[in-house]
């Protein structure tokens, strides 16, 4: 990890250089898991709206300049990640809307990235 670009827009949103943002939308509204914590940020919890921002677990300490291991599963019943030996579960339903995206800042590098899409028949 790179660290935190104060260049960017929000810069508090990746502390250490990474967040990844599901189910994102407006930019207000987001299920985050960052480089310290996971947060909801007004979407559904437990199929319940919420107005807030949520923390609902930190992420042990990491080194920077190092690599660091993350999962992330998600379905509209769950989100798991799974980052630095920390894993958390968010349990739905969920919302599905939104553009999820992994933000990196520069520094941060990112490799052996793979996604598995379910197969879904028309």
Avoid: C
Avoid at 29 to 41: A, C, G, P
Avoid at 47 to 76: C, D, H, K, M, Y
Avoid at 89 to 116: E, Q, S, V
């Amino acid at each position: 990890m790179g660290g935190a670009d104060d260049g960017m827009l929000y810069p508090g949103d990746l502390p250490e250089g990474f967040a990844l943002f599901l189910r994102e939308w407006d930019g207000l509204h987001r299920y985050q898991l960052n480089s310290r914590n996971v947060t909801l940020k007004r979407r559904l919890l437990h199929g319940q709206p919420t107005s807030n921002i949520i923390p609902l677990v930190e992420v042990a300490p990491n080194t920077r300049e190092g690599w660091i291991p993350f999962r992330v599963r998600v379905s509209e019943r769950m989100i798991e990640y799974s980052f630095a030996g920390t894993t958390t579960r968010i349990p739905g339903p969920l919302d599905t809307d939104g553009a999820n995206k992994i933000a990196i800042a520069p520094g941060t590098r990112l490799r052996n990235l793979r996604l598995l899409l379910p197969n879904r028949s028309k």
